[in-house]
């Protein structure tokens, strides 16, 4: 059981919105920043977002982080259907020394 | 940039595989490295890091006393020894790896399976 929570999945059509958020506890999320990774089954887990709303080169600007108390959340905008895809919030644990990704929300469009 | 796994293959429980990460492409002394696994129908778990150079380790808990990381840092290499493997250790094994001073992993392997199954 995951100290990190994600909703399972998420959908919306093209075009629209979708949120997806997570939540820690103080000796993770809030005490350190939040990166999410973009995973699609085959193939290698991908940087999305760091230090909460930072984006990699390339990542596209629908893309937008942030995080606030022990929670973070992750936005997907102009939803298209290549962001079909797992997604994993992740944060050090200061308690436990380890890192922690939540269980990852599928999204469907 | 390059991060190539091997190792992987079928272990029966208790015994050991030795995995590498193999890389290119990028400051490898400037990179704490990890690894990260994913069993079958789950989602993604960190199981251990090695920092840059100070040798700093780190183990989840599910692995901590059995699984040891290393790296060569002359080879760009980062290792993952699997002692008493159960069934449970069952997955898709990534290496993965961040700037020194981040949290975050910006590049990523695509993985090697490993199996463990009497």
């Known amino acids: 059981q995951s100290v990190v929570t994600q909703p399972p999945s998420a959908s919306g059509t093209p075009g629209q919105r979708v949120t997806i958020s997570c939540s820690g506890g103080?000796?993770?999320?809030?005490?350190?920043?939040v990166n999410w990774y973009q995973h699609l089954p085959g193939s290698a887990p991908k940087l999305l977002m760091y230090?909460?709303?930072q984006r990699p080169s390339g990542v596209p600007d629908r893309f937008s982080g942030s995080r606030s108390g022990t929670s973070a959340s992750l936005a997907i905008s102009g939803l298209q259907s290549e962001d079909e895809a797992d997604y994993y919030c992740a944060a050090w644990d200061d308690s436990l020394n380890a890192f922690l990704f939540g269980p990852g929300t599928t999204v469907t469009v | 940039v390059h991060l190539v796994e091997s190792g992987g293959g079928l272990a029966k429980p208790g015994e050991s595989l030795r995995l590498a990460c193999t890389t290119s492409?990028?400051?490898?002394?400037?990179?704490?490295m990890n690894w990260v696994r994913q069993a079958p129908g789950k989602g993604l778990e960190w199981i251990s890091s090695?920092?840059?150079?100070?040798?700093?380790?780190y183990y989840g808990a599910s692995v901590k006393g059995r699984f040891t990381i290393s790296r060569d840092n002359a080879k760009s290499t980062v290792y993952l020894q699997m002692d008493s493997l159960r069934a449970e250790d069952t997955a898709i094994y990534y290496c993965?790896?961040?700037?020194?001073?981040?949290?975050?992993?910006?590049?990523w392997g695509r993985g090697t399976v490993v199996t463990v199954s009497s």
């Open positions: 103080t000796s993770n999320i809030g005490s350190n920043p």
């Open positions: 090695i920092a840059a150079s100070v040798g700093y380790l």
């Open positions: 492409g990028f400051s490898f002394n400037s990179y704490s």
């Open positions: 993965a790896g961040g700037w020194e001073g981040g949290q975050h992993f910006d590049v």
């Open positions: 230090a909460d709303g």
